[in-house]
């Protein structure tokens, strides 16, 4: 069946990984273009704060996602599953899973996700597994991600990254760690289960932004996707929250196949009031 305007074979390639990854993380390549600053360009893990105990075990945030008109056209959440070892090294779980809603459903089911297991010390990517199901048909992709010299022991398709690269999914935690009080433009490699692209993120203005008639006290990130050096042309803005964990609480997306826009609507630590309490994100915290 066909959605508005653009054929269902399109948007099974943008429309998923778009959202699962806040539509920014996604695609961004790896070629710095000539006249930047260095002392702009930082590796991924020049610019994280020391304090992981920002991203809590548990912690479960919920959002809203309206694209082309339809408000409400899915569901997703972001989910913090565990950290210990995997495959012999200490590393966190992520999750990330989009549903489509009614009534857009009918046009376009859609059930997928995303699980991503990147190292602890610095988020550089380790193994991405994709379940996708859409139209009730499933497919599943797991690929093990390895950065000379180093090698994995997972029974898994191998990709070869530069070292520091992040997968989508892990480069939104990483954006919520990065110190952006000293940190004016960050420059990573990020794959997203099929290339590797670079993803340049540069700290705006701090506002108050609505999100689902909540009002939150937020920076904003502008992100720009690179290809070969090149621009993409897409832009993409994440807000996020004035509190120690830095949730995420608004994205917006200028893309070919429409406008995307995500909000939080809930989370494991969220109060009545809409106020976000890091402390009740999840039990206890990451690495405790």
């Known amino acids: 069946m066909k959605i508005p305007s653009i054929c269902t074979a399109c948007a099974r390639q943008t429309v998923p990984r778009m959202v699962l990854a806040f539509a920014a993380l996604i695609w961004a390549a790896i070629c710095y273009p000539p006249g930047l600053h260095a002392a702009n360009q930082m590796t991924p893990a ?100 390895t950065a000379p010299p180093g090698s994995s022991r997972a029974p898994l398709p191998h990709v070869i990254v530069p070292a520091g690269t992040m997968d989508a999914l892990s480069a939104i935690y990483f954006l919520r760690l990065t110190n952006w009080s000293n940190t004016p433009e960050i420059h990573a490699p990020v794959f997203d289960g099929e290339n590797i692209y670079e ?60 406008t995307v826009r995500i909000e939080l609507t809930s989370g494991s630590g969220m109060g009545p009031d809409g106020e976000i309490t890091p402390e009740g994100d999840s039990n206890h915290r990451a690495g405790n």
Not at 54 to 75: H, K, P, S
Not at 87 to 105: M, Q, V
Not at 115 to 144: C, I, M, T, W
Not at 228 to 250: I, M
């Open 46 to 145: 020049a610019g994280l704060h020391s304090r992981f105990a920002a991203l809590r075990i548990g912690e479960v945030l919920n959002y809203q996602v309206d694209w082309r008109g339809f408000t409400g056209a899915a569901v997703a959440q972001l989910r913090i599953v565990n950290r210990g070892k995997f495959y012999g090294r200490e590393s966190w779980h992520f999750r990330a899973a989009l549903h489509t809603a009614e009534p857009f459903r009918a046009l376009y089911s859609l059930d997928d996700v995303i699980d991503a297991y990147p190292l602890a010390a610095n988020l550089a990517g380790r193994e991405l597994q994709e379940h996708f199901v859409e139209f009730g048909k499933p497919e599943d992709d797991f690929v093990s991600i």
């Open 199 to 258: 993803m340049r993120a540069r700290k705006e203005e701090s506002r108050v932004v609505n999100a689902s008639a909540r009002k939150y006290p937020a920076s904003e990130i502008s992100i720009q996707l690179f290809q070969a050096g090149k621009d993409t042309g897409e832009r993409f803005t994440l807000w996020l929250a004035d509190n120690r964990a830095r949730t995420p609480v608004l994205c917006t997306a200028e893309l070919p196949i429409g």
